[in-house]
């Protein structure tokens, strides 16, 4: 007698929570493959096999899960779909070890290696772990009783995480995040694994966190959001370890602002809120800091009360702030001012937006090359769909002054569609007098024109 394969009960019941057809199934599918950078063709006819049974291959399941995840905006397990074949998971992103974020540094820094590991799916339905699940956890390292670190360790970390943030705002996350992947693997990984005093445990644990943070915040500023977001729970997991309430919310407040960019309203504003709501006490700059977030979150949702209640609790907290370098001490008058414009932006005020765009880049500290680069490509886009196109070439040709001397994926974006947009416009004279200085731009940076 013929064996049978057992029908997939667990896919077709989300198939049906879905309110999918097979057809619907499979696009979500393939669009989920083209993020992570595989070329998938599923049709109805692929989907009707895995719920009669057929296993995905393995590279796929992820995605499948990630699908349903997104529709349904809840987390989906392998298990529930069906897709487990080496039975229930043993750990979660949340409990990675030091050698996993060992792993993850060797993978970024190692070229051969990070076209793969950058390809990572972004799960919109990742659910970040509480703080009082992590807090205190993870104290004690798999120790060498030949090695030892101490308060000086802890200080190197501290200072090389401000050097490399100093060079990220400068020169460009292309040339700070390799420097952090290779700092996490040959020096920051063996501390972690070292012996130490309670006292120095934490504070080495808070300043790996903040470090991996930044790094993670780099990979998402490159838009490499899967690697990103792997970073950032990595970071949630010391941070809680540490129990660094600052480096926690900071983190949540990253992700907040990823999900954001990548279209996730609702989202957006649950990482923001929980965020703020997990907060120490705060002080007068980390209450800007969140709510500014608070509010441009809110703004992707339409809710125009919130976002302007939050704004103005961002400009009054940032008010009583002193001028002392903290924490979060990059949250200034150019950051709020940023934020301001991302709300008017996404509550339909354009010209308001592009008026607060511009506070922002006078008030923006010279050395913020890459936050500069970005402000000003979305300057000029805004600028341009007013109908003010004179102006968008004037804000484009100081764009191309910063972007120039910086390497960042996201002043790629910003240049490819700067060339895109001015294409329809190639007879203005403005446009000819710009069109020489990016043809010499996309030489250097051998961008094809």
């Known amino acids: 007698m013929a064996h049978r394969t057992p029908r997939n009960a667990g896919l077709a019941a989300l198939l049906h929570e879905a309110d999918w057809s097979m057809t619907q199934c499979a696009r979500a599918v393939n669009r989920a493959g083209q993020e992570a950078g595989m070329s998938l063709h599923y049709d109805q006819s692929a989907v009707s096999h895995w719920v009669g049974g057929t296993m995905p291959r393995a590279k796929v399941r992820p995605l499948i899960v990630e699908a349903f995840a997104r529709k349904l905006r809840r987390p989906v397990t392998l298990q529930e779909a069906g897709l487990a074949v080496d039975g229930p998971a043993t750990c979660t992103e949340r409990r990675e070890s030091v050698d996993d974020l060992l792993e993850l540094g060797k993978a970024d820094m190692d070229p051969s290696r990070r076209g793969v590991l950058t390809k990572a799916l972004y799960s919109a339905a990742l659910v970040a772990p509480g703080y009082p699940e992590l807090a205190g956890t993870d104290r004690t390292a798999s120790a060498r009783p030949t090695t030892r670190v101490g308060a000086g360790e802890v ?247 910063d972007y120039e001397q910086v390497s960042s994926s996201r002043g790629d974006e910003h240049f490819d569609g700067m060339r895109r947009m001015l294409r329809s416009h190639r007879t203005s004279r403005s446009v000819r007098e710009l069109a020489e200085r990016v043809r010499r731009v996309a030489a250097v940076k051998g961008t094809a024109a």
């Not at 996404?346 to 090359?369: H, I, K, N």
């Open 155 to 401: 200080a190197v970390v501290r200072s090389m995480t401000e050097r490399i943030a100093d060079i990220l705002d400068i020169f460009g996350g292309g040339h700070a995040r390799p420097m952090a992947a290779a700092f996490l693997v040959n020096t920051v990984s063996p501390y972690l694994r070292a012996d130490a005093t309670s006292a120095v445990r934490a504070n080495m644990l808070s300043a790996a966190s903040d470090l991996v943070y930044l790094t993670g915040w780099m990979a998402m500023y490159e838009r490499e959001h899967g690697l990103g977001q792997r970073y950032y729970v990595k970071a949630l997991s010391l941070a809680g370890a540490a129990e660094d309430h600052v480096t926690y919310c900071r983190t949540l407040r990253g992700m907040s602002l990823q999900a954001g960019n990548l279209g996730y309203g609702s989202k957006a504003l649950g990482l923001a809120d929980a965020a703020a709501e997990a907060s120490p006490k705060a002080g007068p700059r980390l209450h800007a800091f969140l709510a500014g977030q608070q509010a441009a979150s809110a703004a992707m949702t339409g809710d125009r009360g919130t976002a302007f209640t939050r704004l103005a609790e961002t400009e009054k907290a940032l008010s009583k702030a002193d001028s002392r370098k903290d924490a979060v001490g990059g949250y200034d008058l150019s950051a709020f001012l940023f934020h301001t414009s991302a709300v008017l932006c996404s509550l339909g005020d354009l010209p308001g937006s592009v008026e607060a765009m511009q506070d922002c880049l006078r008030a923006q500290p010279e050395q913020e090359r890459q936050g500069r680069v970005h402000a000003l490509g979305l300057l000029a886009q805004r600028q341009l769909e007013l109908g003010h196109l004179d102006a968008a070439c004037a804000t484009w040709s100081t764009f191309l002054s």
